[in-house]
């Protein structure tokens, strides 16, 4: 990892770097109990992972402030771990000081097991550089920052935003309710494919959310939903939501019927907004 720096000067960052769309590998912290804990442990969560140099310096304690905010707004599906070298002592001390009760701190001071597995060991000063991670519920990393300059504060908002998009990925689980209704392995495939593809990077988020009550099969009044959002679907949207539908047909009437339905009240909400 190149281009850190801390107060200015380059600083060498060690270990397997991070990047996007890889399995986040697993990992044993220690807990504010000194009890061990696993990024497993939170296997059917999104989680974000907040890391800093030491509690005990002005950022990273408005980093912690800013996220314990953050996680009160969140709801219980996103988790946050704060993940630093100091002491598990220290850590609880400080949250026990501030009112921090809403992230989940934890600490590498062990082994450097963290800092090397997902590159964020500052080799100079034996601490963790800044840095956030989002990680999804399938465990793939969906966002990644390492701070350019240590003693500057991460965008949080851009954390926040990924955490909340990954958190309502339509195809979340969408891969086994397609097999269970009856598509082979490479219907599926075709079918993942062209929600990655098309919808998640074009639907808004608002409509995204409620994709999986759709293939469920839910009453969804999708009127309620749009209500006065206004966006006219692009011809290759409509086109990948047609694409979706026919590539039901083989299975049960009912869930092609469903994604049918679906793509119908969208479309023509919008074309009523025309």
């Known amino acids: 990892m190149t281009g850190i720096t801390f107060r200015g000067e380059p600083v060498t960052i060690t270990g397997h770097e991070t990047k996007t769309g890889q399995i986040a590998p697993d990992f044993t912290l220690t807990g504010a109990t000194l009890d061990p804990v696993k990024l497993s442990d939170f296997k059917d969560k999104v989680k974000i992972i907040s890391v800093f140099p030491s509690i005990d310096t002005g950022v990273c304690a408005l980093q912690t402030k800013r996220f314990n905010k953050e996680a009160a707004k969140l709801g219980d599906d996103i988790v946050i771990l704060c993940?630093?070298?100091?002491?598990?002592f220290a850590q609880s001390r400080f949250c026990g000081a501030e009112g921090i009760d809403r992230v989940i701190t934890l600490s590498?001071?062990?082994?450097?097991?963290?800092?090397?597995?997902?590159?964020?060991?500052?080799?100079?000063?034996?601490?963790?550089?800044?840095?956030?991670?989002?990680?999804?519920?399938?465990?793939v990393v969906q966002y990644v920052e390492y701070v350019k300059e240590v003693a500057e504060e991460p965008d949080?908002?851009?954390?926040?935003?990924?955490?909340?998009?990954?958190?309502?990925?339509s195809t979340a689980g969408l891969a086994s309710k397609l097999e269970n209704a009856g598509l082979t392995s490479e219907q599926t495939e075709q079918t993942i494919s062209i929600v990655r593809n098309h919808l998640e990077k074009r639907l808004p988020l608002f409509i995204r959310e409620h994709l999986p009550e759709i293939f469920?099969?839910?009453?969804?009044?999708?009127?309620?939903?749009?209500?006065?959002?206004?966006?006219?679907?692009?011809?290759?949207?409509?086109?990948?939501?047609?694409?979706?539908?026919?590539?039901?047909e083989e299975v049960s009437g009912k869930f092609s019927e469903k994604?049918?339905?679906?793509?119908?009240?969208?479309?023509?909400?919008f074309d009523n907004k025309r």
Not at 221 to 228: F, K, M, V
Request: glycine fraction near 6%; hydrophobic fraction near 40%.
């Open 216 to 248: 469920e099969g839910k009453k969804l009044e999708l009127s309620d939903i749009l209500r006065n959002q206004a966006e006219v679907f692009t011809d290759e949207v409509k086109d990948a939501l047609s694409k979706l539908a026919d590539k039901t």
């Open 108 to 139: 590498d001071y062990k082994n450097n097991e963290f800092g090397e597995k997902y590159g964020f060991l500052l080799e100079e000063l034996g601490l963790l550089t800044r840095g956030v991670i989002v990680i999804d519920r399938d465990n």
């Open 83 to 88: 993940v630093s070298k100091d002491l598990p």
């Open 156 to 169: 949080y908002r851009k954390a926040i935003d990924e955490a909340k998009n990954a958190l309502h990925d």
């Open 259 to 269: 994604v049918e339905q679906a793509f119908v009240k969208i479309t023509e909400f």
